[in-house]
């Protein structure tokens, strides 16, 4: 079983920047396809990123593609997320996730039910 523990959230104002980091222990971190996930107040939690085990391939959700990237570097046991001109829609709590079934092979990735293992979520607050 691998543990995943979030860090980098915080206050920033829109047009601003923020790298999330995931720091996996427990497990080998190229073992899991990982995946980004976000749930604002009163919202279902939302798809943002997924990257497969060797990086090769990489996912996003409509309304982050061309502003967030998503990183792994399995020698770290770490996910990175790159978010440049964040917005005030971007406000959520933000969730790294892990899945021992999923490939670059698999038909979806978006939904959370798919994943196994869910840190403890990350605040980001975007202001206007």
């Known amino acids: 079983q691998v543990q995943l523990v979030e860090s980098g959230g915080g206050l920033v104002q829109a047009g601003g920047s923020l790298r999330l980091s995931c720091a996996a222990s427990?497990?080998?971190?190229?073992?899991?396809?990982m995946a980004w996930f976000r749930q604002a107040p009163g919202k279902e939690r939302e798809f943002v990123a997924a990257?497969?085990?060797?990086?090769?391939?990489?996912y996003y959700s409509d309304s982050v593609k061309g502003r967030f990237t998503i990183s792994r570097d399995n020698a770290k046991n770490t996910v990175y997320l790159q978010m440049n001109n964040l917005k005030p829609e971007d406000t959520a709590v933000y969730y790294c996730?892990?899945?021992?079934?999923?490939?670059?092979?698999?038909?979806?990735?978006?939904?959370?039910?798919?994943?196994?293992?869910w840190g403890q979520g990350t605040q980001v607050t975007v202001s206007s």
């Open positions: 996730a892990a899945s021992d079934t999923l490939t670059y092979r698999s038909r979806t990735v978006y939904r959370a039910g798919l994943y196994d293992y």
């Open positions: 427990g497990r080998t971190l190229s073992n899991y396809f």
């Open positions: 990257i497969s085990r060797s990086g090769g391939s990489t």
